[in-house]
């Protein structure tokens, strides 16, 4: 099956600062998703990217399917930023397998 | 809200009661998953349905019973659980196969 990686596993921001999140995969996808799990365990959709840009507000995601990896652009963070970022990624040959990677656990500092 | 809700919301059952999780999905969707959340691993999908269809079971145990009737329900029936079974149980829909998927709030179950 895929195995998907993220990285940094933990994450200290000041308000007001940007950060990069990262999620690489070892093979080709269909689908790639980020979330955002707040501290109630609600899985919160961010993107829908299996490939290409995307921008919503101070997030934007980026998919370089070639080269197998994601990235979470997150600008001028707040409070409410804080929580588990996870991606999450499916191949159709291996089923409807949704696999996700282990989260990026961010806190943003007042 | 994301249009898939989850009853309850908190769960505590002994090791030889028998329960159900419930989920319903306002979203007109034909796939629905039940996923686990465990402390300190990433989420593991357990089942998914198509169309009322069982299409995956990732070797879950028998202790676990999902049920389908229709594209908007799932449930998940338990009994004799074990204390390692708790934790946050979360379910998800979907349009179809390899589309985006919403998740429900999930029923965080303690076993004791």
């Known amino acids: 099956g895929i195995q998907v990686e993220q990285s940094p596993p933990d994450l200290i921001l000041q308000e007001g600062a940007n950060s990069t999140l990262r999620c690489n995969f070892s093979?080709?996808?269909?689908?790639l998703q980020w979330f955002h799990q707040n501290p109630w365990g609600q899985l919160i959709n961010l993107f829908y990217i299996p490939s290409g840009t995307k921008q919503n507000g101070r997030l934007s995601a980026t998919t370089v399917a070639t080269e197998r990896y994601s990235l979470l652009y997150i600008s001028s963070s707040q409070t409410t930023d804080s929580g588990v970022y996870f991606c999450?990624?499916?191949?159709?040959?291996?089923?409807?397998?949704?696999?996700f990677g282990p989260g990026t656990r961010l806190s943003v500092l007042p | 809200e994301t249009g898939v809700t989850q009853t309850p919301r908190h769960l505590v059952m002994g090791m030889t009661n028998k329960k159900s999780l419930k989920c319903e999905q306002h979203?007109?969707?034909?796939?629905m998953y039940w996923y686990k959340q465990s402390a300190k691993k990433p989420l593991e999908l357990m089942f998914v349905?198509?169309?009322?269809?069982?299409?995956e079971n990732n070797s879950v145990p028998s202790r676990f019973s999902p049920e389908c009737p229709n594209s908007s329900h799932l449930f998940l029936h338990l009994h004799t659980l074990q204390p390692e079974d708790s934790a946050l149980y979360l379910c998800?829909?979907?349009?179809?196969?390899?589309?985006?998927?919403?998740f429900g709030p999930g029923t965080r179950l303690t076993v004791t």
């Open positions: 979203l007109g969707h034909n796939a």
């Open positions: 998800a829909s979907s349009l179809g196969g390899h589309h985006e998927q919403y």
């Open positions: 349905y198509n169309f009322k269809e069982q299409t």
């Open positions: 999450a990624v499916e191949r159709s040959d291996y089923g409807q397998n949704f696999v």
């Open positions: 093979d080709s996808v269909n689908n």
